[in-house]
């Protein structure tokens, strides 16, 4: 008898040997003289178990973590090909608590099927969804998101359904949905790990925007920082193109949409989605004015749909269960789930979908186990570089849109990076302003003058270099850079900073000047 | 006046027929919808801060100086990039916002040069202006901190230096240079703090750009600077006039400083250009205060004796007295004179007036014999009118453009950037030429069709286009109907299998589908327009092509409304104006007929002289008769016939056989050696009139300097007609143009003062079209009906044979002019210091020469030798050079065919035979072998 | 393969795509490991922009490189999932143990060390990535171990 | 054409080769009624001068012409 075994193929488990622990496995069972058939998954998100092998038992799937290469022998000998006892054993997956805690909508596939295996993905449901919306029509489809409440993923949080259909009443013979999977915030890789785990839901969910709109072309971009979602994703173009998921009859209904991998090149810009959409038209990746917006004069001046990674995603599961159920899920108007990571230094790092309205102290302190160091939290950030830090008392926060909105601070892309009592905030800021200063598109002058200038302030106020003159300049550029920046790169670039000095005022005290 | 400064509205104007009205500052404003913001609030008279924006350029929103307050919205958005919408109300200062400004001025003057008071755009920088103008007082930020202060100078153009340490990153001249001039020569290299303008990465010189000045016009500060205002300070008073070079006419406003010219700027409201300039207009006028200029007149008996400076009166009355005598030796018909097209219309019509009043015969005709003469003749035989029939704005609304024996961006550079911007647009090209132009293919153009053709056989393609028009149904029968005559016989003429793509495919060289594809292009366009230059006109079928093109577009509709007709790209400046007021020596000024009495009377009624009602001498016809003997006097107003006109020696012949040359010009030129009298001429700069350019638009020139000479040309013309006993007491130009309106139905209303009100007027200007007309024959055609001509293919006599396996045709590239008269005594010389031959890669092979060498260039009259330039543009079979220098004596090769019609010559086929030179002389030894063959080869062609 | 047919090649590959100019620079650069300003004139000309188009693009990009690269490109990531769990410690020792700051390639062509922010590996930090390989957990002695694998796969 | 051809017989033997497609009497027609419109009666009186003493040098579409011409 075979027994089958799964080794993530995610770049993060990839990243500690996961090729390197299936061919371990490959080789040991060899050995043993046991027929095994490996099967490279997607990642369960328990990043802090990786390589988390997965051996098929009557009992369910039984986790082994973190497994190394030179860990095999000894887990093979103790019998891990029939889930025997071995300190690396997790237990059964899907009964951890860390799992059970959770309600994958997005992430439902990830970890547990081979993403590129389309009977995989039929067998769990996949293309429910597309072909309910063929069935229904794109008004209703449209309709069904709108229903839904489904909001963007990538920060701004603007309803999908209402983009959708903007660009369904413009006129065009040409229109575009372009997913951008630019993820380049710190913290975040909840996009990359769908793209590696689950592909075929995101093309779905792009068959399933262009239905809806009257789109033929549409266009992912990937950041080049993500080779293996590349090649993933690639592949499973191919595939979809081969099983007439994508091109000129998909599913026999007639429909024509043609899907193409688009690689950035390094420039955080490209996620603001404007830049994005120069960047696809292979320019320089300088944010546009808005008016006019995307969904009417997007790509090539066309109708163009932009969502992110896990708001496409998210399309194919409202479709088949419909937007009321999806509906229900959430609070206030943040609806549905979010697909949080928890990261930096943190013991138990990964991925928590869940339902908004979750606290954050029970992500980072229950889920999250606290601080990898052990040393107590200190700072939060949530959403991304350009997200606020919390001080370890505010905690208590609800993860919605508009809690997070009131206290000053934005969900972002729900990337969480905590850090431990050793860290310096006014480094953190300085940080926030030269990142800025890297990453600006260099066409606003807020944005591209004023992250320099952040940085030499923050100089001279750790230098002692007239202190309160300079807090009050900083206060000044951070609200210039507020107000005046053309992006939410140089407009959020002040909330890092503003809530390292609002929090940890201390450490923005003179002190030896950094040589 | 003192320095004109135009209104900078911020951002474009829309062109919306509905309004909205909005509130800023509490003013109400009604403006067009989708109109900025920012636009609205300049119309209401508030000027809220920018630095990014300017009305030429799209909004960008990259400075955030313009942020306002708007009711119901959240944050303070751009006023450049924020449309109004009704009902909205608009605050433009509050202190939040004054704050705001202040700060993003503080991050611009912190990475900025503290040297306002010795900066070379003091008082001219709008960086400066908006310090002052958001109150900023203080750099918290110091100057101590990262900035760009240490970049380099580049001065390599020979017009204007970039010196990246004052530049603000504004994007100002990167977008006027792809949007407004469609080069793309600059980009934003880097980014975040580090991005700066960068022609590619290279220096301008070695770089992609033009030098069409419009970055510098687009640079808030002094980072994009012309080198004369560096050298000699800001300019305090403005002269608006007109350009003086090609046949664009563009608006300029000449900036002086005292009484020197420091420097030409495009004018906003010139309708030709619209604010855009070309670097011979912006840049290349120095040749009209060269130091080769002749400021006395000067008199000789004989051509061999040395000149012998005069007064002026001494002049006059000796070319009088010579003139008087020759006819009284001679007979009346003895003498003639030939018009300017470089002139104003005041000058030239005094010429023709000389001609006909006081000369008392017809002998007078243009330089326009030699370059669009088949346009008058074809253009009136089909439509009734000798003239294009759109203004250039036109080409916005064209759906498909044809351009047709037209280098645009080389020869008609500030309407090529027009014509490219709606390419960008979407419209569609076809671009028919032997020779790959760049329209072709360039940054962000590409033609749908170029058909390159073999010389000399326009006419064949475009009756295979009307044939595909005719037999495939595409006829706009509606139009042809109530609009045309003639329609039956031509179109059976058409249809014939003679005029088929494929039948034409083996004469053109054409694929038939090519055709049939451009065709069916051309016919279902919606909007096809189509232009053309001196590759319809200087060929032995010129005219016939003409009315070919024009049979096309009746026959598919596409006259009379935006975006469609026949539009000729005129060659020089005044060459419309020149041939509207009466130089032809069968028409009297706007095309009338000497033959018509009613017409005559008109005219003998206020000149008080008769008229003769037959033709006189065309140029050509002068030479022959004076080599006959019997025109034996020629008064030559500012063309260089010895130069510019075929067959140098028959032409220098029979300067020789005359008795009395007299030139009036600005330089010595090669006409001159063989003239008596020398009559100095005044450059643009100093003439007061009108030109009218290639859209029939009449543009005020204005003086921006007395003449040099101490005498105005119409001025020296009047005198000599007073010396010969006619009076002509104009006191001033205006007089002339007025007694023109009187005379020309055409130009019934225009005046200096309907000019200068109007700013200029395209004729015809009348009681019915009281402020001009920009599109002509819109309800019915100037003749009536729009005439149907058969335009039977007929090829040109000159052959490739073994000798001459080759075909030459010539053009003009950007940076000079003509026979170069001008623009060698500029800097323009920096970018083609020489012409050469470009030939075909294989054609080179097979003659065992490479790229770089010298060859001679051989036709059935005559040789000459220059470099050769290996090029895939060509043809295999056709080679190419351009004219713009007299050592090149590039049309010492051509021959003396001409059009049947006008005997416009034929420079643009020349059989010839081209050959690696045994010894490769050194430029030395060029320029003796030159002085010596001079009379030979100094012959070029005229456009 | 002339460098004019090679760069040919790869604008061949990319014909008929819409804004191909980022793929063709990437496309490019594997095949050469670089961007060299050679190569910008016929980009330009075969996709019908200016040079400067093409320039401007390039040096946008933090991806394209206008000079070749170490045997071992090392991107270390300095974004603040990774500070936190002492990245900063991670570029200080690869900077002193290779030569070269960060930006910089070896005189010796070895190691070219670079930053980059955020690379998704964020809860098992500190993450770089090796000649295209993403490394997570790192210290300096996996790192160097890394480099070290890397350096001889590629000598061997 | 050879150089030493009258001008006014060179004009007028290109000029009929445009007409060549129509039937020679309208041609001819064509072709005086161009002449007169647009050439100087000095040139006119050549051309019939050459139609007199060489009518062997012009085309017999342009000799027709040249006899309709009024000088």
């Known amino acids: ?470 807090l009050a300049l900083l206060g000044d550029l951070c609200e210039l850079m507020t107000d005046g920046s053309l992006c939410a790169m140089g407009g959020l670039t002040p909330n890092p900073v503003r809530s390292a000095l609002q929090h940890f005022a201390d450490d923005f005290t003179p002190r030896r000047v950094t040589p | 006046m003192t320095i004109l400064k135009e209104p900078d509205f911020g951002t474009p104007a829309s062109t919306s027929s509905t309004s909205v009205t909005v509130e800023v500052d509490g003013i109400p404003v009604t403006v067009p919808e989708g109109t900025s913001v920012m636009r609205a609030a300049a119309t209401s008279g508030i000027d809220i801060p920018k630095l990014c924006a300017t009305d030429s350029l799209e909004p960008f929103g990259s400075c955030r100086l313009c942020l306002v307050e708007i009711d119901g919205r959240r944050g303070t958005p751009a006023s450049c990039t924020t449309p109004v919408a009704d009902g909205m109300k608009v605050r433009t200062q509050t202190p939040r916002l004054e704050k705001l400004r202040q700060g993003v001025m503080e991050l611009y003057i912190s990475d900025h040069p503290l040297d306002c008071l010795t900066c070379s755009a003091n008082g001219d920088c709008e960086l400066q202006d908006m310090s002052g103008a958001v109150g900023l007082r203080q750099v918290r930020y110091g100057y101590e901190g990262e900035n760009h202060l240490s970049l380099e100078k580049d001065t390599s153009n020979p017009y204007f230096d970039f010196e990246p340490s004052k530049c603000i990153s504004c994007s100002r001249c990167v977008r006027a240079c792809g949007e407004t001039q469609g080069t793309f020569a600059l980009t934003i290299e880097g980014r975040g703090f580090e991005s700066k303008v960068s022609p590619g990465g290279l220096s301008f010189m070695d770089s992609e750009c033009v030098s069409c000045g419009a970055c510098v016009q687009a640079c808030p500060t002094a980072t994009l600077q012309e080198k004369s205002v560096v050298q000699l300070g800001m300019p305090s008073r403005t002269v608006l006039t007109t350009c003086a070079y090609c046949g664009v006419g563009c608006s300029f406003k000449a900036e002086l400083r005292g009484d020197e010219l420091v420097r030409m700027v495009p004018y906003k409201d010139g309708g030709a250009n619209e604010g855009h300039s070309c670097v011979k207009g912006r840049f290349a006028f120095g040749y009209a205060t060269h130091p080769d200029r002749v400021l006395s007149p000067m008199i000789r008996e004989k051509i061999t004796d040395p000149w012998r400076e005069v007064s002026w009166e001494e002049a006059i009355s000796y070319t009088a007295s010579r003139m008087r005598e020759i006819q009284a030796g001679h007979g009346v018909g003895s003498i003639g004179g030939i018009t300017s097209s470089r002139c104003t219309n005041e000058e030239v019509y005094v010429v023709q007036k000389l001609v006909r009043a006081a000369f008392g015969n017809n002998n007078v005709d243009t330089c326009a014999r030699v370059c669009h003469s088949p346009t008058g003749y074809g253009l009136k035989q089909t439509f009734g009118e000798s003239a294009g029939t759109q203004d250039f704005r036109s080409v916005a609304a064209a759906d498909v453009i044809v351009v047709i024996g037209a280098n645009p961006t080389d020869g008609h550079p500030v309407f090529a950037s027009r014509m490219k911007r709606r390419l960008r647009e979407g419209a569609k090209l076809v671009v028919i030429d032997p020779r790959r132009i760049d329209l072709v293919r360039s940054p962000h153009v590409e033609a749908t069709h170029h058909l390159q053709l073999q010389p000399g056989t326009n006419v064949a393609v475009v009756n295979a286009f009307a044939h595909v028009v005719v037999t495939e149904g595409l006829v706009d029968e509606a139009f042809v109907a109530s609009r045309c005559e003639g329609y039956e016989e031509w179109a059976a003429f058409i249809a014939q299998p003679e005029n088929s793509p494929e039948v034409v495919e083996s004469i053109t060289g054409v694929p038939a589908a090519e055709i049939r594809a451009a065709a069916r292009l051309y016919a279902t366009a919606g909007n096809a327009a189509i232009y053309y230059g001196l590759g319809v006109t200087e060929h032995s079928q010129g005219s016939t092509m003409v009315m070919g093109m024009a049979n096309l577009a009746m026959a598919t509709g596409n006259v009379g409304r935006d975006g469609v007709g026949v539009n000729p790209l005129r060659g020089q400046n005044n060459v419309q104006g020149s041939c509207d007021m009466g130089s032809f020596p069968h028409e009297l000024p706007g095309y009338r007929h000497v033959s018509d009495d009613a017409v005559r009377t008109v005219f003998e009624g206020v000149w008080g002289r008769s008229i003769l009602p037959t033709p006189g001498l065309r140029i050509p016809n002068m030479f022959d008769s004076a080599i006959a003997g019997t025109f034996r006097g020629l008064f030559v107003q500012g063309e260089d016939i010895a130069q510019s006109d075929p067959n140098t020696a028959h032409v220098t012949a029979a300067l020789t056989a005359m008795d009395l040359v007299v030139v009036q010009d600005l330089f010595l030129n090669e006409t001159s050696k063989f003239a008596h009298v020398f009559l100095p001429g005044t450059s643009f700069l100093e003439k007061d009139g009108t030109f009218t350019n290639a859209e029939r638009r009449i543009n005020r020139v204005r003086p921006v300097m007395a003449p040099k000479t101490g005498k105005h040309e119409w001025r020296i013309v009047c005198e000599l007609a007073a010396a010969l006993g006619y009076d002509m007491p104009y006191t001033h130009p205006r007089e002339i143009m007025d007694e023109i309106a009187a005379l020309t139905p055409t130009f019934a209303g225009v005046s200096f003062a309907a000019l200068d009100r109007l700013g200029s007027i395209q004729w015809p200007c009348n009681e019915n079209a009281p402020t001009g007309t920009p599109t002509m024959h819109v309800d019915s055609f100037v003749r009536g009906k729009g005439k149907f001509v058969p335009t039977s293919f007929v090829p040109t006599s000159e052959r490739t044979t073994r000798k001459f396996p080759l075909i030459l045709t010539t053009g003009r590239i950007l940076s000079q002019y003509n026979v170069g008269a001008q623009t060698r005594r500029t800097a323009n010389i920096a970018w083609h210091p020489e012409d050469v031959l470009e030939i075909h890669p294989h054609d080179a092979d097979v003659r065992g020469i490479s790229d770089g060498d010298s060859v001679t260039l051989a036709s059935r009259v005559g040789a000459t030798s220059l470099r050769a330039v290996l090029s895939d543009r060509m043809p295999v079979g056709v080679v190419y050079t351009t004219f713009h220098h007299p050592v090149t004596g590039a049309n010492v090769v051509t021959t003396e065919n001409s059009d049947w019609a006008t005997n416009c010559p034929e420079y643009k086929v020349t059989a010839v035979q081209v050959a690696l030179r045994a010894q490769p002389v050194d430029a030395a030894d060029a320029t003796e072998a030159t002085d010596e063959l001079a009379p030979a080869r100094e012959r070029a062609v005229i456009d | 393969m002339t460098v004019v047919e090679r760069v040919l090649a790869v604008i061949e590959a990319h014909r008929g795509d819409r804004g191909a100019l980022l793929p063709i620079l990437h496309g490019i650069q594997a095949e050469f490991g670089y961007v060299d300003q050679s190569v910008i004139p016929l980009v330009a000309k075969e996709l019908n922009l200016s040079r400067a188009d093409v320039h401007g693009v390039v040096t946008f990009y933090s991806d394209f490189r206008s000079e070749p690269p170490g045997r071992v490109t090392v991107q270390l990531c300095r974004a603040e999932a990774c500070q936190a769990v002492g990245s900063e410690r991670l570029v200080e020792h690869a900077e002193a143990a290779y030569g070269v700051k960060v930006g910089q390639t070896g005189a010796d062509g070895v190691v070219t060390l670079a930053q980059v922010f955020c690379l998704g590996n964020c809860a098992l930090g500190p993450a770089a990535q090796v000649n295209g390989r993403l490394h997570g957990r790192l210290d300096p002695a996996r790192l160097d171990g890394v480099i070290n694998a890397e350096y001889e796969a590629r000598t061997s | 054409m050879s150089a030493t051809t009258p001008p006014t017989v060179r004009l007028a033997n290109e000029i009929a080769r445009q007409f060549h497609h129509q039937p020679p009497d309208t041609a001819a027609a064509a072709i005086a009624n161009h002449i007169e419109r647009f050439w100087d009666p000095r040139m006119r009186t050549d051309l019939q001068h050459h139609a007199t003493t060489a009518p062997e040098s012009l085309d017999p579409v342009a000799l027709a012409a040249a006899k309709l011409v009024g000088s």
């Open chain 1, 1 to 470: 008898m075979t027994t089958t075994v799964y080794v993530p193929r995610d770049a993060a488990a990839l990243s500690v040997g996961a090729d390197a622990v299936a061919a371990a496995i490959t080789r040991e069972a060899a050995l043993a003289g046991r027929a095994v058939r490996v099967v490279r998954n997607g990642s369960r998100g328990m990043l802090w178990l990786e390589t988390l092998v997965e051996v098929v038992t009557e009992a369910g799937r039984i986790g082994y973590g973190p497994v190394t290469a030179e860990a095999v022998p000894s887990l093979i000998a103790n019998g891990m090909l029939d889930g025997g006892d071995h300190e690396l054993r997790v237990g059964v997956v899907e009964e951890l608590p860390w799992f059970r805690a959770q309600n994958r909508l997005c992430f439902a596939r990830v970890g547990v099927t081979d993403p590129l295996s389309p009977e995989d993905y039929r067998a769990h449901g996949g293309l429910t969804g597309l072909r309910r919306a063929l069935e229904i029509g794109p008004a209703a489809t449209v309709a069904e998101v709108t229903d839904s409440g489904l909001r963007g993923r990538g920060g701004a949080g603007f309803p999908a359904g209402i983009k959708w259909k903007t660009v369904a009443d413009t006129p065009g013979e040409l229109k575009f949905v372009c997913c951008n999977a630019d993820e380049g915030d710190s913290g975040t890789f909840a996009d990359r790990m769908l793209i590696e785990g689950d592909p075929f839901c995101l093309i779905e969910g792009m068959t399933i925007a262009a239905f809806a709109v009257g789109a033929t072309e549409g266009y992912i971009y990937i950041r080049s920082e993500y080779p293996e979602a590349v090649r993933t994703f690639r592949r499973a173009i191919d595939i979809a193109y081969a099983q007439g998921w994508l091109g000129d009859d998909v599913l026999g209904s007639g429909l024509r949409f043609d899907l193409m991998v688009r690689v950035g090149a390094g420039a955080y810009i490209c996620g603001e989605e404007t830049s994005m959409l120069e960047s696809l038209e292979g320019k320089r990746g300088v944010v546009r004015a808005k008016p006019p917006i995307p969904a009417i004069t997007g790509l090539f001046g066309k109708p163009t749909v932009v969502n992110n990674v896990l708001t496409l995603a998210s399309v194919p599961a409202i479709l088949a269960d419909g937007g009321a159920a999806y509906q229900a899920l959430g609070v206030q108007r943040s609806r549905g789930t979010q697909v949080f990571q928890l990261a930096g230094n943190i013991a138990r790092g990964g991925v928590f979908e869940t339902a908004f309205g979750i606290s954050l102290r029970d992500l980072v302190e229950e889920h999250g186990g606290g601080t990898l160091s052990g040393r107590p939290v200190r700072a939060v950030q949530v959403g991304g570089p350009l997200g606020a830090y919390l001080p370890a008392s505010g905690l208590d926060l609800a993860m919605d849109y508009e809690a997070f909105a009131e206290a000053g601070a934005m969900l972002g892309h729900g990337g969480i990076v905590v850090f431990d009592d050793t860290v310096d905030m006014a480094s953190m800021a300085r940080f926030a302003f030269s990142f800025c200063a890297e990453e600006s598109c260099g066409k606003c002058t807020p944005c591209r003058v004023g992250a320099v200038r952040g940085v030499e302030v923050i100089d001279r106020i750790v230098g002692g270099e007239d202190v309160d003159d300079n």
